[in-house]
């Protein structure tokens, strides 16, 4: 095994880790490097797909809670998310690793974007406490389609598309736990809509690896289970936003070394 090979195995979990601490992270911090250390992009997207499916799993269905997303948040993005996904398997077909690794560094971008927004907005407190928890939140019409639409072509493309549903709800001011709950409940939507997207168009070439699976299935576990009290913490002490936007920023680094590589 490969000096890289062992660093994208490490960020799989540590990306599980925090996207169980947070609901959000898995694919920004292990897509850079399984990118590229796997054999080929559309491998790393059909890897992606099945870590990522159960990382989400284990956060919904092992904790011995009821999860509480916002329904028609998760119902909207996760529609609107299948023409995006045929959108993205064209991307992922019309260019090479470089220019898809460009593309994974330009999503975790804005997902700093987004949480540094949402963090000034929580700061100011723009949003009105009436507002919180409600799936009536203030919104343009657009949002749930443009995060649809946005999501389903980073999925296909670059396994990175939790930025857009991020922004759609961490714009209004929901507690961390409605937050985490809504966007793990609309990756486990996204994960059958990419893998059909991968089916129709006939990318055989995103079949998971035996080897890869059997070595990054446990990591993902063992992640996921890592970051479970993480998130009560984080969310008593109002910094899980923080501790994304530092996560966001090694990301960013990451990537842009696996370019340069």
Do not use: C, K
């Not at 006939?202 to 890592?226: F, K, N, S």
């Amino acid at each position: 095994m490969t000096v890289l090979a062992v660093a994208a195995a490490g960020a799989v979990m540590a990306g599980a880790a925090l996207q169980s601490a947070v609901g959000f992270g898995f694919a920004l911090v292990a897509a850079p490097l399984l990118y590229a250390a796997a054999p080929s992009p559309e491998q790393a997207v059909g890897l992606m797909i099945v870590l990522g499916l159960e990382v989400n799993l284990l956060t919904l269905l092992a904790e011995r809670r009821r999860p509480e997303p916002v329904w028609a948040d998760v119902v909207g993005v996760v529609a609107w998310s299948l023409p995006g996904a045929l959108a993205g398997v064209a991307v992922l077909r019309a260019l090479d690793a470089v220019a898809l690794q460009l593309l994974v560094t330009a999503g975790v971008l804005a997902a700093l974007a987004v949480n540094l927004r949402a963090e000034r907005r929580a700061r100011t407190g723009t949003v009105p406490a009436r507002h919180r928890d409600s799936p009536r939140a203030a919104r343009a019409r657009w949002a749930r389609p443009l995060a649809g639409l946005s999501s389903g072509a980073l999925n296909t493309s670059t396994s990175t598309g939790g930025p857009p549903v991020a922004l759609l709800l961490m714009s209004r001011g929901l507690r961390p736990h409605v937050v985490r709950d809504t966007l793990t409940t609309s990756f486990v939507g996204f994960a059958p809509v990419a893998a059909a997207a991968l089916v129709v168009t006939g990318t055989r070439d995103a079949a998971p690896d035996a080897t890869w699976l059997a070595a990054l299935l446990p990591l993902t576990a063992a992640g996921q289970l890592a970051g479970r009290p993480l998130f009560s913490r984080l969310a008593a002490a109002r910094s899980y936003e923080r501790v994304l936007t530092v996560v966001l920023v090694v990301t960013v680094a990451a990537g842009l070394i696996g370019v340069l590589l």
